[in-house]
C-alpha cells in the first residue's frame, strides 16, 4: 500500500501520509518543500476518504475554476 496520498485541494498541493499508524498532512510549496498543515485527520478516515475528507472540510475554497479535490496519485515515500 502507498505511504503517500498527493492531492490538489482548490489550487493548494498537499500531501497525506500516513505515520505510525496516524495522518499526517503536509502543504507542499512549488519550491519543492512541505510543511506541516495546520489541521487533523483522524485515524478512522480510510485512505480511499481522504479526498471526500478534504473537499469536505476546505469546500469553502471551491471556485469555478476549481469545483473539488484532485487526486494527484498515490506514492511511496
Same mark, same amino acid.
Request: aromatic content about 12%.
Given at each position: 500500500?502507498?505511504?503517500? *496520498?498527493? %492531492?490538489?485541494? %482548490?489550487? /493548494?498541493?498537499?500531501?497525506?501520509? /500516513? ?6 498532512? *503536509? ?7 512541505? /510543511? !506541516?498543515?495546520? %489541521? ?12 471526500? *475528507?478534504?473537499?469536505?472540510? %476546505? ?6 475554476? !476549481? ?11
Amino acid at each position: 500500500m502507498p505511504e503517500e *496520498y498527493r %492531492f490538489d485541494v %482548490f489550487g /493548494r498541493r498537499m500531501a497525506i501520509a /500516513r505515520s505510525g499508524g496516524a495522518w499526517v498532512a *503536509y502543504l507542499l510549496g512549488a519550491e519543492g518543500k512541505r /510543511r !506541516r498543515a495546520s %489541521f487533523e485527520i483522524p485515524d478512522f478516515v480510510s485512505a480511499d476518504e481522504l479526498a471526500q *475528507y478534504l473537499d469536505d472540510l %476546505f469546500h469553502e475554497d471551491a471556485s469555478l475554476e !476549481r469545483p473539488s479535490v484532485v487526486s494527484l496519485g498515490a506514492s511511496e515515500r
